[in-house]
């Protein structure tokens, strides 16, 4: 009896050993998987024999067999791609999938990043699952639910001039000049240039002249080269859109301005409110320095700075996304936002997630339930952009192990082939 037995427990050995190195050859198949993550398999002792009429009792082993078959999350190493839609988890959780994979429409998960963006400008992976993320607003504030994150495609509405900010140095000493609309530059003592936007993202060249009327007095008047492009205008003649006056102190501060506006873009809104800031005047309690000043400098005068808060309408011409997975866009008319923001998943027992290929996780009944939320908070890793997780398998531990379970196969084969010789002695002894 003992010798069968030791004969089904050599087989055990030997079936241990297989799925051993059926476990090391997966994980070396998948050196170069991305996102792969390692497994070893646990064993454990089979059910002791009781041995009857020894002295002390005692208690013989039936073998082993396979416990589990663990799978190690730790973190691969990154390597830089370049290419911005790959991404790499620097921490823990998972990338959120959905779709149809094999028939089954579902939600899966996986640490392999290589995302592109598809014809209908989602982020899908190479079996075309979307990459599951918040939205964005117009404005780029990430709110919403989870969903497809779609990121291509998007488009930037032209937003309109409401304020035009200059600031410049005026020479006390230029001469005092009568105004002439017809013939502005001739009249003015200094200009400076801007360009605005209506409601349809239309550009215009607005030129803002200024004349010296009296001792620290000047007017200002905001024109456009081409009537034509009002409401009302004359064509091929400068017209006026705002104007106004201003005084300043004996020390050059800027003390008082007015303006008034009239600005009717043709076809677009109007009309257009629009503001012209020249700085903090001292009739209204500011310093009368951040902005327009009169005072003698060595280019006489001078513009200093000038901005505007419109823009053109514009379309995407790249993306980056940062290490929170926030996607922001860059539109061809210079403005940059938030698309939307990539969702990560963690568990409580992520070792406990089934594998169903395709580098594709599913959730399992031991592995709890996901904690979804955004990167680099919740203790969920971080982004890495224009990178890719590597493989966690270490080659020269595998084969180290490989070799340790063929000569556990090689030891087991002994045992059965023992047996058996001993077997053989016994079927001898009748002869």
Do not use: C
């Amino acid at each position: 009896m003992s010798l069968l037995t030791s004969l089904n427990t050599g087989t055990s050995g030997l079936q241990a050993a297989s799925q051993d190195l059926n476990v090391i050859g997966d994980n070396i198949a998948n050196a170069n998987t991305v996102g792969f993550k390692a497994s070893r398999a646990a064993f454990q002792d089979a059910l002791l024999q009781q041995v009857i009429g020894a002295p002390g009792g005692g208690q013989l082993g039936l073998g082993t067999n396979l416990q589990t078959i663990q799978r190690l999350i730790t973190q691969g190493a990154l390597s830089n791609t370049g290419q911005v839609t790959d991404l790499a988890i620097q921490g823990s959780g998972f990338f959120l999938t959905r779709g149809n994979y094999n028939g089954a429409n579902g939600q899966y998960y996986t640490r392999a990043g290589q995302f592109s963006i598809d014809k209908t400008g989602y982020l899908v992976n190479p079996d075309a699952l979307r990459l599951q993320g918040y939205p964005a607003d117009a404005s780029g504030n990430v709110q919403g639910a989870l969903g497809d994150l779609q990121v291509g495609n998007a488009t930037e509405l032209a937003t309109p001039t409401s304020e035009i900010t200059m600031k410049a140095k005026l020479d006390p000493n230029a001469p005092i000049l009568t105004w002439d609309p017809l013939n502005p530059t001739t009249t003015s003592n200094f200009s400076a240039s801007v360009t605005a936007y209506d409601s349809l993202g239309q550009s215009y060249d607005v030129t803002v002249y200024w004349n010296r009327t009296a001792t620290g007095a000047w007017d200002w008047h905001a024109m456009v080269p081409d009537g034509a492009v009002l409401t009302g205008g004359t064509p091929g003649q400068p017209e006026e859109i705002a104007d106004g006056a201003m005084t300043f102190d004996t020390q050059g501060r800027l003390d008082t301005h007015t303006q008034t506006s009239n600005f009717n873009p043709l076809n677009a809104v109007n009309p257009q409110a629009l503001t012209f800031n020249f700085g903090d005047e001292l009739a209204s309690g500011g310093t009368g320095l951040d902005g327009v000043v009169q005072n003698i400098g060595g280019n006489g005068n001078e513009l200093t700075f000038t901005n505007q808060d419109g823009y053109s309408a514009g379309s995407l011409a790249s993306i980056q996304i940062n290490n929170k997975g926030e996607v922001l866009g860059a539109f061809t008319n210079g403005r940059t936002r938030v698309l939307g923001q990539v969702a990560l998943a963690d568990f409580e027992a992520a070792d406990k997630l089934t594998r169903i290929g395709g580098n594709l996780l599913a959730e399992s009944s031991d592995s709890g339930q996901p904690t979804i939320g955004a990167p680099s908070a919740g203790g969920r890793g971080a982004i890495a952009a224009g990178a890719l997780e590597q493989s966690n398998v270490d080659l020269a531990d595998q084969f180290v192990r490989m070799i340790g379970a063929q000569r556990s196969f090689q030891a087991n084969s002994k045992t059965i082939t023992t047996a058996d010789q001993l077997l053989g002695e016994l079927m001898q002894l009748k002869r």
